[in-house]
């Protein structure tokens, strides 16, 4: 079955205690990104990745990192979590930079306390 | 700056009764407009791509139109099933930016 995955799914942490977010697609997908839900707000971009190595900042990236190392693999990660980034946070794909149907992650819940 | 603005924030229709859901946007140029439905906990699903100006799409009650400064979702004959936020969003470079959506609820 074609899918984006995310793990975990809920995360309670405390802050400034480095955590990572994994995303894993396996539809051979070039385009990943990644966003973050938060009410009255939409979703915003934090960070998007046109291909292996090959990375860069959306519009929302602080306090954020990504790696893309191997094409279907897209990990978030927050060196040091503060609880303004308690948020929703999906991981989405899509074949190619050109093909924008992006297909979304079930969702990772994330409270920072 | 891109901006995407979404109306209504909330819509509830009684089963049959069809509406439209506006979508306006300011971003130079565009690439693309794309229409998703969100249900509670889960990720966006993608509807629809619009391209460019008088193009138009449809799947199933759904037809997604688009104009130079905006687009429509018109749901015609809505049943319960289709109670869900929509979402619109704009592409400009590789960056999508999304409006907050519309909370559509359709009572049986």
């Known amino acids: 079955e074609a899918q984006v995955t995310q793990n975990p799914r809920y995360l309670i942490t405390v802050t400034g205690k480095k955590l990572t977010v994994t995303c894993s697609q396996n539809?051979?997908?070039?385009?990943m990104s990644w966003y973050r839900q938060d009410p009255g707000l939409g979703l915003r971009q934090i960070y998007y990745?046109?291909?292996?190595?090959?990375?860069d900042k959306g519009d929302v990236p602080e306090g954020y990192k990504v790696s893309r190392k191997e094409k279907r693999n897209f990990p978030l990660i927050l060196e040091s979590p503060s609880p303004n980034q308690t948020s929703l946070y999906f991981c989405a794909s899509s074949l190619s930079q050109s093909s924008y149907e992006q297909y979304f992650g079930p969702g990772t819940r994330l409270t920072v306390t | 700056e891109d901006q995407v603005t979404q109306s209504p924030e909330a819509l509830r229709l009684q089963e049959g009764e069809s509406s439209s859901l506006n979508c306006s946007y300011t971003?130079?140029?565009?690439?693309?407009l794309f229409w998703y439905r969100q249900d509670p906990g889960k990720g966006p699903e993608f509807l629809f791509t619009?391209?460019?100006a008088g193009e138009e799409k449809e799947k199933e009650r759904l037809k997604a139109t688009l104009t130079k400064k905006e687009s429509f979702l018109h749901i015609t004959a809505p049943k319960p099933e289709d109670s869900a936020t929509y979402l619109c969003?704009?592409?400009?470079?590789?960056?999508?930016?999304f409006g907050k959506g519309t909370l559509l609820t359709v009572n049986p």
């Open positions: 971003v130079s140029g565009l690439r693309g």
């Open positions: 539809m051979n997908h070039e385009y």
């Open positions: 990745s046109m291909n292996v190595e090959v990375t």
């Open positions: 969003a704009v592409l400009r470079n590789y960056k999508l930016t």
């Open positions: 619009l391209y460019s």
